[in-house]
């Protein structure tokens, strides 16, 4: 049986820059910590064909993202919650031969009826409006993902748009924050809101505004920690004012951790069900 030795394309100043900016144990003290990621922009799909669309092109199955909520239904609707939220879903775009182009973070946001009108006393008053998927993508490929998108478009009935001036990508890991559950994290608080108290900037969560993010675990590894998108005009709550960390520590975080992300990292090598779990989702393989 043949080994495979896969490499992954890290800075060559790697080992260094690990010893110089990242510690550990100087993490597992100061508790969670969270990176806005500069290095991801957001795309947003919106249209009646959206899952069709992404269902034909990447590697997870994302027509649960058209499900109805049904027993998915977990939550009261608060001021800031709604009633349910879909866990994001991490999937690639590939090549026809099975190579690895691009990869995603996929988030669905609350729908209008799982949020309370806005009057605060229903649901919201069109729950067949058209679905809207938001992708979590590699920003060094952003123009070339899009062009890429638009060409397999065809007569899909789906807007492709960057939103990256609207939206950021996050990340809140370190600490023991990968031994807490989302009800630990007190799902509420970790809405774009606090409390059960009328919160201005929570609103949009649950009472029939356009947008309501949370944090969610990261599709991959608990270790990873969470992961949202979030209002570039706001940070994103549990981030304390003295806990918001450069980028380059969650870099060498996943580092620490084996994996890989964007298309700079992952090699373009053919995606077979083995290498595809082993570069995707391994830690310490690679």
């Known amino acids: 049986m043949h080994r495979f ?19 550990k ?35 997870n199955d994302v027509r649960r993202f058209g499900e109805a909520v049904g027993e998915k ?7 800031n919650l709604p009633t349910a939220s879909e866990a994001p879903m991490y999937a690639a775009l590939l090549t ?38 938001f992708a979590d993508v590699d920003a060094s490929v952003l123009d070339e993902l899009l062009s890429t998108l ?3 478009r065809l007569r ?47 609103m949009s969560a649950s009472h029939g505004g356009p947008l309501g993010w949370q944090w969610f675990k990261d599709p991959r590894l608990d270790c990873l920690g969470f992961r949202g998108i979030f209002p570039s005009n706001t940070t994103p709550p549990l981030v304390e004012a003295d806990k918001e960390t450069d980028e380059q520590n969650y870099f060498l975080w996943r580092i620490e951790n084996g994996v890989a992300e964007g298309s700079t990292e992952i090699p ?12 995707l989702l391994c830690p310490g393989v690679v």
């Not at 030795?5 to 510690?23: E, Q, V």
């Not at 370190?174 to 929570?202: H, I, R």
């Not at 373009?268 to 570069?279: D, W």
């Open 5 to 23: 030795k896969l490499s992954l394309r890290f800075p060559k100043s790697i080992s260094s820059s690990y010893r110089a900016i990242h510690d």
């Open 25 to 59: 144990t100087q993490f597992d003290n100061a508790g969670p910590v969270a990176s806005v990621l500069k290095s991801r922009a957001v795309v947003r799909f919106r249209g009646p064909d959206t899952v069709k669309f992404l269902q034909g092109l990447l590697t």
């Open 73 to 79: 239904t977990s939550t009261l609707p608060t001021p």
């Open 96 to 133: 026809p031969q099975g190579r690895f182009l691009y990869d995603f973070f996929l988030y669905a946001p609350p729908r209008p009826d799982t949020k309370l009108d806005k009057t605060g006393s229903g649901p919201g008053p069109d729950p067949d409006e058209a679905l809207e998927l």
């Open 150 to 152: 638009k060409k397999y």
């Open 156 to 202: 899909s009935k789906v807007d492709i748009e960057n939103v990256a001036e609207e939206l950021y990508c996050w990340q809140r890991f370190g600490g023991n924050l990968s031994e807490k559950s989302s009800s630990v994290e007190e799902p509420e608080a970790a809405s774009v809101g606090w409390g059960a108290g009328v919160d201005p900037a929570g």
């Open 268 to 279: 373009k090598v053919l995606m077979t069900s083995y290498f595809a779990s082993v570069i």
